[in-house]
């Protein structure tokens, strides 16, 4: 059986990128389709894999300026060649589904959310979204008709399955992404809280620095991106700290001693959240998107409704009166672990297609 891996593109390493590795572990001889690939931003692993770019992989400056490829990238994974291929995985939150494969091949696509630029553009691209404007009609068909060539969509919360229904008119089986909990364990708490994110203005980092600044607590944010130094300026002469990208064992020990983690924004599904309670560690969030199918309100954190300033602050209030069990809120978060995910798509694959996938052993990453 051919496999073949698609995935939108590899410039910033995230959730999405995290999933991909696993599907690759699942079927390590696939080559990954990809319409930009900046070795240099993502783990070693990647360079071990068979990755194949498109033509936009020649144009200067993309990998770091990703948006400014729109109206190319239908054309770009029109062009990647996947013939000759049984079955085609595609990891899309916008282009990688519209890959071009054989008639009788089986195309699944595992998506993160529909194009946020297509169906939520006044979140997502913000100052872009005067310029992207005429484009956006004929990307939405372009979209639409990509998606109604897959033989089957999966989806990575309850959320997307919704946003899918919506957005295509297709149904689609949930499957969280996975979570390697092997890479996290139990340790005393810190006095910081933590947000771990891609820096962009979506995600509402601010109001996770204005709430730790009004109750006077210290705040480390991992992660950068475009947001960044509008973020810095904001919080200077507070208690806030940037550290830029981190390792995935940094990560892990931030995790691990932060007092929790915040979660400002409406996420897909949030695996790092998931992590934070891998290691015992709580996660305020907001009570949108993912955080409701994977935090158990007042037992592994605390949801506010209202994305203000008073709904974080008063969430973080509430988490400091509860007495929550650092043991159970991993437990909870067993649930998610990556073998749970790779056997789930397999017992997938194996029910549309009618033959069995030879197990893989998981890969052990290193730190």
């Known amino acids: 059986m051919k496999v073949a891996i698609a995935h939108d593109y590899l410039v910033q390493y995230g959730g ?27 783990p070693d692993a990647f360079r071990s894999m068979d990755v194949r770019t498109s033509f936009l992989q020649n144009v200067p400056g993309l990998a770091r300026h990703s948006k400014l490829g729109l109206p190319a990238y239908p054309r770009a994974f029109a062009s990647l060649e996947l013939h000759g291929y049984d079955v085609v995985v595609s990891s899309s939150s916008g282009w ?42 004929a990307l939405k068909r372009w979209d639409r008709r990509a998606a109604s060539r897959a033989n089957r969509y999966i989806a990575n919360s309850e959320t997307t399955r919704r946003r899918i229904l919506a957005a295509y008119g297709c149904p689609s089986t949930v499957l969280h992404p ?11 708490p810190d006095d910081f809280f933590l947000c771990a994110s891609r820096l962009t203005a979506y995600k509402r980092i601010d109001l996770a620095i204005e709430a730790c600044h009004e109750l006077g607590v210290p705040l480390r944010v991992a992660g950068d991106g475009p947001a960044r130094s509008r973020l810095e300026r904001s919080a200077a002469g507070r208690d806030v700290d940037f550290l830029g990208r981190v390792s995935d064992r940094e990560l892990a020990s931030l995790l691990g001693r932060c007092r929790a983690l915040i979660v400002p924004a409406e996420e897909d599904f949030c695996i790092t959240a998931v992590e934070a309670m891998a290691a015992g560690r709580p996660v305020v969030g ?37 007495e ?9 978060a067993l649930r998610f672990d990556t073998s749970r995910f790779r056997d789930e798509l397999a017992r997938i694959v194996e029910d549309d297609l009618g033959v069995t996938v030879p197990a893989a052993e998981p890969a052990v990453r290193a730190a």
């Open 16 to 42: 999405a990128e995290r999933v991909v590795e696993v599907i690759h572990d699942l079927w390590p001889d696939a080559p990954l389709f990809t319409s930009i690939y900046d070795a240099d931003a993502m």
């Open 96 to 137: 990688a589904h519209g890959v071009r494969t054989d008639l009788d091949a089986l195309h699944i696509v595992y998506c993160h959310n529909p194009a946020r630029w297509l169906y939520r553009s006044d979140s997502y691209l913000a100052g872009e979204r005067a310029l992207a404007a005429p484009l956006l009609p």
């Open 178 to 188: 996975p979570v390697d909990t092997r890479r996290f364990e139990l340790g005393e």
């Open 286 to 322: 907001y009570a949108r998107g993912g955080l409701v199918e994977t935090v158990l309100p007042d037992r592994t954190g605390v949801l506010f409704a209202s994305q203000t300033l008073e709904g974080v602050t008063g969430a973080i209030r509430r988490l400091e009166r509860l």
């Open 324 to 332: 929550l069990e650092p043991a159970a809120i991993r437990r909870h």
